[in-house]
């Protein structure tokens, strides 16, 4: 395998940009409930939502050229980057026989930024880092091919999650699943963090939460359209019985805070346990047997227990770091001072001083 410092730095920001009038039909968008790595949008909106950007885009246009993608054969057709949705609406409108707007504008040709393909974008690359590698042998090369591949892919996909972020009305989940396609594209946690601006606690529970997806379809498409918070999401993941989940969801919808959804949930649990059953995903029996029978004569909590309490508190940092409130971040730093102090106790090598420990932290946070 050939040294990583041989590898060409690929950059396809600087790439070429036209723009020209195209037919809608040789536009290639995603319809709603649809995606790839290029589009991870799935929820276009209610009725109403698009029934409104139909009657903008009959009145005025588009005010704002689509991005699109040259394709890599002569016969196919532009894929568009950014704009699915509006292109989308477009579409409707010419199914429905309106060929223009008001003001008289062609809506059956869309004016478009049109960037090259991938395939170009690839071999342009590659014939850069030939022609300064003469002497690489055809095993080097199609090493070399497989990195810029990979590494275009990864920028298209970084490019198009970097534009969708910065919408209003970019949701946690599509957000996730973008940033999903993105690491299995090969992309690190590290360089999706800074093409995000996302903290990895923050990446890492979205992830988990889409993870869930198969098991609670209801919860997730609650979230994409914007029926319920991400919050409320994570809250609402860890009930594990579905006809419970339903109900407290239905109230969810209906306006019911973070607070009093616990409270339900709470209220659920209590009464499952009076028949010895459960309905929370992370419900933990008590163990008539404790292992460490010494520290239970004595009161004292065993190291699972303080484990599980950093884990649960570690998740609930990672929610409270997403509300950009003065409560949440006061409450952030409660909770990172508990982990400190948890961790200082689970670690007798540790020789800082609890009151060095501690202020010291708040002193970072000053």
């Not at 429905?96 to 040709?109: F, I, P, W």
């Not at 999401?233 to 306006?255: C, F, Q």
């Amino acid at each position: 395998m050939m040294e990583k410092n041989n590898f060409p730095i690929i950059d396809i920001s600087d790439a070429r940009r036209t723009y020209k009038l195209v037919d809608v039909d040789k536009l290639d968008f995603k319809e709603p409930n649809s995606s790839d790595y290029l589009q991870s949008r799935e929820f276009y909106g209610d009725q109403e939502t698009i029934d409104s950007l139909k009657s903008s885009i009959k009145e005025r246009g588009l005010l704002e050229s689509p991005i699109v993608m040259e394709p890599d054969t002569q016969e196919g057709k532009l894929r568009v980057l950014e704009g699915n949705r509006r292109c989308y609406a477009v579409s409707l409108l010419l199914k429905e026989g309106v060929t223009s707007t008001n003001n008289g504008k062609a809506l059956t040709k869309i004016r478009c930024e049109v960037r090259p393909s991938k395939l170009t974008l690839i071999e342009e690359c590659f014939e850069e880092w030939v022609a300064l590698n003469e002497s690489a042998d055809d095993k080097e090369k199609e090493e070399v091919r497989n990195y810029i591949t990979k590494e275009v892919l990864s920028q298209l996909g970084s490019d198009a999650l970097v534009r969708n972020t910065q919408r209003l009305n970019w949701n946690a989940m599509e957000q996730a699943r973008a940033i999903k396609q993105l690491l299995d594209a090969g992309l690190s946690m590290e360089q999706v963090c800074k093409n995000c601006s996302l903290a990895e606690n923050t990446i890492k529970a979205r992830l988990s939460l889409l993870s869930r997806e198969e098991e609670m379809p209801e919860v997730i498409e609650a979230i994409d359209k914007g029926e319920i918070t991400f919050h409320v999401g994570k809250i609402l993941a860890n009930v594990s019985d579905e006809e419970t989940r339903k109900e407290i969801l239905e109230e969810a919808k209906a306006g019911a805070s973070g607070s009093e959804i616990k409270e339900k949930i709470n209220k659920k649990q209590e009464e499952a346990e009076k028949e010895g059953k459960s309905v929370k995903a992370q419900h933990r029996k008590k163990d008539p047997k404790p292992a460490n029978k010494l520290a239970n004569a004595l009161g004292i909590r065993k190291d699972s227990e303080i484990l599980e309490a950093v884990a649960k508190l570690s998740a609930e940092r990672s929610t409270l770091q997403e509300f950009d409130d003065e409560v949440s971040a006061n409450s952030v730093l409660d909770i990172e001072i508990s982990l400190k102090t948890l961790q200082w106790i689970l670690n007798p090598a540790d020789t800082t001083s609890i009151v060095n420990l501690i202020l010291g932290l708040n002193e970072d946070k000053a």
